[in-house]
């Protein structure tokens, strides 16, 4: 049986409370029993075994091993994006998770339809969205949200920090998968210091519009990269640039990554 795993925000050796959504879920939820092992994370790579304690309807965690941190991914991906329409967002945040999304940047572009509100219910919902998902694929960093961003500053952003730029474009002449292999691995296998951050840029529905094109034209280190030969929905398109590039992530672990640390 795996342990349960929990999300706690700091993490230190001996006794840790479990937040209340947490603390309801393994209570009321899964009704976990007193001493069962568990696993508690704090969504920044840092993780350790415990034993779960309810002590008066309060639920906590008794570490009992080491704690680990995993350390920071070969690859750190943005994906920088329009919020999808219905209950697509969702989905997009779940599978993002599981393949090493780093960030999520919700992107404010001319054709955008959906706008969230940075306070609202759906960032709330969402965020606790990111948090369940790692919970369930075993990983312990978890993916950030950025609320609504003008699509030009999320573009200087990277810009600034002289970090690699994707833009999806249908109709460009490379694909994703040829600059993966041929560009991105090569790098990986040389790499050294820290991870190669990259931003993965997803238009809306309507696709970017000509002044954004003209803005990412003017930047000769974003590269137009196709990723289908068909028309792809914003949340496909931002899956289908995660799972490729964690392709390779997870071909460049099996040479010998170590995955964490003993702090």
């Given at each position: 049986m795996h342990p349960l795993r929990f999300y706690v925000p700091e993490l230190s050796p001996g006794q840790c409370d479990l937040p209340e959504d947490q603390a309801h879920h393994a209570l009321h939820v899964l009704r976990v029993k007193?001493?069962?092992?568990?696993i508690v994370f704090d969504g920044r790579g840092a993780s350790a075994p415990g034993t779960f304690l309810s002590i008066q309807g309060k639920a906590l965690c008794q570490i009992s091993g080491p704690i680990r941190h995993d350390r920071p991914p070969l690859v750190d991906i943005t994906i920088a994006c329009a919020v999808p329409k219905v209950d697509r967002a969702a989905t997009l945040i779940e599978q993002a998770s599981q393949l090493g999304v780093s960030r999520l940047i919700w992107l404010n572009c001319q054709h955008s339809i959906v706008r969230p509100q940075a306070a609202g219910e759906k960032m709330k919902r969402w965020r606790s969205l990111a948090i369940e998902s790692a919970k369930q694929c075993g990983r312990n960093y978890v993916l950030r949200i950025d609320p609504l961003t003008e699509f030009s500053a999320a573009l200087e952003e990277f810009q600034t920090a002289k970090k690699t730029i994707l833009w999806a474009n249908p109709r460009a002449p490379r694909s994703l998968s040829d600059w993966v292999i041929k560009q991105?691995?090569?790098?990986?296998?040389?790499?050294?210091?820290g991870p190669f951050a990259l931003m993965a840029l997803i238009g809306p529905e309507g696709g970017f519009s000509r002044r954004?094109?003209?803005?990412l034209g003017?930047?000769?280190?974003?590269?137009?990269?196709?990723?289908?030969?068909?028309?792809?929905?914003?949340e496909t398109a931002a899956l289908a640039c995660a799972a490729i590039i964690a392709g390779v992530i997870a071909e460049e672990t099996g040479h010998g990554h170590d995955k964490t640390a003993v702090l």
């Open positions: 007193r001493g069962r092992s568990i991105l691995y090569p790098l990986l296998a040389e790499r050294a210091g954004e094109q003209d803005l003017a930047i000769p280190e974003a590269m137009p990269v196709r990723l289908a030969d068909n028309i792809l929905r914003v």
